[in-house]
């Protein structure tokens, strides 16, 4: 249940009845919210006089619910904004990790060159194994964060794990929660307090409900700036990587108030596939899509498979942007 | 191995080298082939005045691999074509089940009103339950088969099991092997004698290699007439009622020669999401698209939740037919 | 809804009554039973005169629900009885495939001098690819047969699709329907009629509730001598050939009436599991477990990784007995 | 690849030849050992004379291969050991969530009062929704560190994230990895200088290859007292929580060094299957089960549904012992 407190209720009261419902006290747009358990349906008689509003939930999806904010949250970086009343949506263009000054500048340039405005790159690798290739860590962001600088790009790149968390708020303009850190509690409190944008990736093993619970941490700390990215659950099928849940994606636009962005390049792991792909999530209606692109895929520290080469993804963004104005949204 | 014979090989030879090499025997084109199993990779070299060419394969994707014949193969029924040379799309409209002479003769007249060339509609349901309506057999396929002449439209309804594949074979232009029988040999060797195109659909719980062999069943058998249908796989997530794999329609089409068709409806089961599915499943650009319709879906007798009203329909081909431009398709 | 009759209602008032209901009539232990589709959930007062006892059903599941019938239906074959008031667990071994006289004679000797009661052996193979080893179909069968009558053992095989039932029942004492023919409406209703006890093996993406009511169609038919048999579900693990689903084996043994059998060796795929996995089977408690057993393992013609050879099976078997005598069964 | 040192190789050239070879450096029962990355096959003749062996490995499991290591790695802790030249399985039980001393002490007295070595409680709550109990934290731990004192216990807790991880560490007597925190790299590398076992916890979407991967970050860390423990994974089945992969086990159990323990609480999510999972678990052969038990499991403030009460853990732990002496096990 989510209760939207008068305007005139004071803190100490707001407070008082915060902890008599077991609720998380959250401020947006200068309302007060309390967010209880939505196993509570139903409030002491005794409180009514306090509350403007009340929204009562079926599950605890709450905050990222439409019928308690309807249409899609705006989202807004630099000069860019997803969501909201507008149609844009975003393409994401970079390296899966960031190796090296030179190879990260050259992203940065076709990126330019497009129009793109962010630029992506993994500097902390959640690798599944201890003897591969890491990611160049802070040195990598640091990278990173000059090319966006110099090409006059905004920057993402994915908190791993809470302990360089401080280092990506710092570095980045959105922050991207991986999916493998997706359900690390850390990590989505410190996103909550944060004044940026967070990119939530979902688990492939996450259900959509858990998903969108985990965007629940960010909402309830006071950070609205959520996306939500699906980039491939794990299923019965490997000769791709990932199965790209676009059943899920079309869930998510219509159960959620919160933009969703798509990541086609982990989802199939092979690049020969990415170009249907994007057309495909374009054409979703959603709010954008994260493609990798490589200066030279065959020689890329980590997924070298699904990168695609710059010309590859420069004939790319060209169709997409034919497949955006046919379904009435505008690439930025 | 995919042995070509020589033109001038007898038949009798022809037989004697299948035996010899635990081959099927397969005229394609006027040539004759020896399908062997994959695990045989060289022949005797007794053999080999005989021999035209040779494709040695890794798997036993064979007659449907691109190395053995590299585009898409064309598909034909009525005036219509799909693969080979051409760029088209198709859209097969229609309600889950035939459940009168009026409910299918609307179906019929809006498909005829919109351009579309075929109709489905099912006869024989797999239903999961025996308490439930099971459809009405030979008399729901005698309505359909009736609807297409007054309309001229072509129609395609689903193989369930064997007992009814020869009434389906006769009365409709496209054999369409549902999910649930696509393991039935028997199914699968009569499509393979059978002179009409076959949709063969994917089981929910089929990997793609399994999908592609059942087609070699049919390839196999002589019939060089099909069509890949994905419609959803079995995943973790229930809150859609299957996940569409559009990786995996991605890689039928780079790995395979044969046409490929989606179907976005029983994939999510809840109308709400078939539009932005559709537009995603043509940017793909695939060979077509199933979509279910009803002229009234809150009392369709089956996947009422999935069925979109005919307005829905429409809104849905007009806006499919501006994606399909966007990436070159023409819708049929 | 189940309404069992009285025993005074007349032939005709009772297909009255199913038509009005649409109701399946199944006569049971001298019983009549009218099955509706579960959303029934009351009756016309008009009827209640011809009504002894309801059953309200939340699902499909009905004739197999515990609340029907409780405690576990006994089924029987030979002199064998698994169910029931018994505390038996059949252990049935056997070579995945039929391939000779002289193999399936030595399969039927080593199940002979162990004192296991009934024999498998595939002779219609379901195999996904058209290119490998098919199986013996009828002469298999009857090499099946002929190896049952001289070691005095009860056999059982599997039915493939709806072609060769007939022979199926003919030929064996137990019809095993195969995980990829479980959603044969045709060999389903035939198994209805048999008067054969029918092992029903679980497709490896069938939900728990799709599979019982796949048993649902044999028991509606009038035959309840069913058996449930758990064979491994196809998951994002791919190490292990499937998933031997454990935790659905508890559900079923709670929450159904029908006896459990458990196949280890198509789950796992690879011998070396084989052992500890049929010891865990037989301690959950359940009715048996299919274990296939090859004279010579190596040169198997279809699932050659799986089968252990007779000396492996030989002491496994021993082991089991302790097994089972720990949680008070007795092997047959 | 593993490659072992002479004992006679300095410091200073361990480490020279570790940065060549882009190798982890780990100290085992004395002995140097490199890790490389298992893509590197052959060593430059210039080092072979600084080594004593060398274990050539297919994939990044090596140090917890059989090929380096056979047999299962020996892990104490108290006066318990599991694994190495013992047949011991223990019995970790305890209540899902230490939600007051009262609670936990009965808990405790109950694994006393039956012998059990090491009880287990949840501090740290790695629940899916913020609105919920989230867990006792560190006064939750020190309740069951004082439980642990008072009975003459060992304890072990879950790290959810790693912001308490020095607490977990220094509190208990094994360190428990989530499911949901064992990709964590921060939470992994700590334990590979903690020297207490850890018990590490399959993810519910992780293969058995990247769950086998996470222990070699502990085991390269140099910390080779881990426990592998599946617990459930995530698959199309919804009636269970979670599948319980025992095939997973069996593969664990034959193709790594590691004791492997099973938490059939978890993965069925009811009560009622759980003696029969926990009978089946121990039947494997395997070194020990989690079960979850609460004096009063209706009230209980997490996972209400799937704990036992005393009674019936009681009953189960006295059947368990027949099965363990059936498969030559002894419970600790």
Redesign the interface.
Known sequence: MIIQLKNNVTTARATELATAL?A?QVTQEGATLL????AIKTINPAYEADVDKIFVMET?I?LAHPSFMSGKRSVQWGKNTIGGTSNNSVVIGGPCSVESREQIMQSAQLMQTLGISTLRGGCYK?R?????F?GLGLEGLKLLAEAGQKYNLSVITEV????HIEEVIEHTNIIQVGA??M?????LKRCGTANKPVLLKR????????FV??A??IL?GGNDQVILCER????????????????????L???TNLPVILDPSH??GYA??VP??S???????IEGVLIEVHPNPKVAKSDASQQLNHQEFTDLFN?LN??A???GRNLI
């Open positions: 077991q998380i967010v209880t358990p939505s605890d709450q959640p599944t194994s201890p003897y591969t890491q791993k794990d809470s302990s493998k850190a359900y690390d509690h850390s990590i688990g492939f093993g996450t259900t959509l409900q858990e619970q985990a629940e941490f309830s491939g659950i794990r299923t019965f099928e490997t000769k791709t990587r990932f199965t790209l849940d676009l059943c899920g994606a079309a869930y636009k219509h159960h989802a199939i020969y596939g249907d792909l057309r495909a999530c374009i054409a979703m209606g169709s034919s497949v104005k046919a379904v």
